[in-house]
């Protein structure tokens, strides 16, 4: 890899981090904290592509090829044996949760006709043709929380209880409401995902596929109005398009499904683009450290960028 092709990638990662600077001013994130974040993210990939390799992955192997001194290795390494198994339970509770959406929809023991959710009792109700939410849980994912995995839906608003004995699905789609745990880390999965098409594409060899990967941008700028309408008609064709593929993967058959390997999907997401490049500097043309400003500010004005006024 040239000089030119390494800069490329290194702004691909600050524009990577530059989007997601919002969320850690929002959340109190420290540039130190970000920066221990990457660091970790690097000794894991690296860990996993020394194993690849069948070769050792010792702290000190791990500290020598990427550049950081041993007792960082370490100390980030426990970390992420501490983190592990938090990851691995959030992840399986998202595909229990969207698992029990898509037999909702699909399977007939659940759905009608044109694929329309049946209502489902909320407990056993004797002489009830019905169903209950616990064998669609069951269904879905055997062996799951049907008290948990119902909390989730009705927070995210995909499912109602009617009448306190009637589940009803509202929506097909698992998006959870607000920015609490379950939504930032359901963030973080298919962001990384979607970087994932990218690099795949970039470092394919010649026998493997290529990914779709198709974008729409507007030729101009656009009013609120003008976004608002596309908006709405990415929203209705990316339902349909979702739910089509979603309809697609169920109806696989069982030779096309596998006990281990990968899972695969495809996301549509509406977006926004800068277009100006680098943000305005204002008042400030080097990097010298201007403290005649610190001295013309009150302390009482200071406002903390790092103290969200959410978590207040």
């Keep these: 890899m040239n000089k030119t092709e390494k800069e490329a990638v290194l702004d691909v990662f600050a524009g990577l ?60 390494r426990e970390a992420m044996r501490v983190g592990a198994a938090l990851s691995i339970r959030t992840a399986a509770s998202l595909d229990q949760i969207t698992s029990v959406l898509t037999v909702w929809q699909t399977n007939s023991n659940f759905s009608g006709a044109y694929g329309l959710a049946m209502d489902l009792d909320l407990a ?90 198709r974008t729409v941008v507007s030729d101009d700028l656009l009013t609120e109005n003008g976004r608002d309408q596309f908006l709405a008609m990415a ?22 499904r596998a006990t281990s390997g990968k899972k695969y999907g495809v996301g549509v997401y509406f977006f926004e683009e800068k277009t100006l490049g680098l943000p305005e500097v204002h008042g400030r043309t080097s990097g010298e450290d201007d403290s005649s400003d610190d001295r013309k500010t009150k302390t009482n004005d200071e406002i903390d960028v790092l103290n969200s006024v959410r978590r207040k």
């Design 235 to 256: 929203a209705e064709r990316g339902e349909e398009l979702t739910t089509d593929l979603d309809t697609f993967l169920t109806g696989l058959l069982p030779a096309e």
């Design 124 to 213: 056993e109700m004797p002489g009830s043709p019905r169903r209950t939410f616990a064998d669609l849980a069951e269904a879905a994912c055997p062996g799951a929380d049907k008290d948990s995995l119902l909390d989730e839906l009705l927070a995210a608003g995909s499912v109602e209880v009617v009448d306190g004995t009637t589940v009803r699905c509202l929506s097909r789609s698992y998006v959870p409401r607000g920015a609490d745990v379950t939504r930032i880390e359901r963030m973080g999965r298919f962001l990384a995902v979607a970087t994932g098409n990218f690099v795949h594409n970039l470092l394919r060899s010649e026998s493997e596929p290529s990914y779709f990967e």
């Design 17 to 76: 981090l530059r989007s997601l600077m919002p969320v850690a001013f929002e959340y109190g994130i420290s540039a130190g904290e970000a920066s221990g974040a990457v660091r970790r993210s690097y000794i894991e990939a690296l860990e996993a592509r020394l194993r690849e390799q069948n070769r050792p992955t010792t702290d000190s192997r791990l500290g020598i090829i990427s550049g950081l001194p041993k007792a960082d290795v370490s100390a980030l």
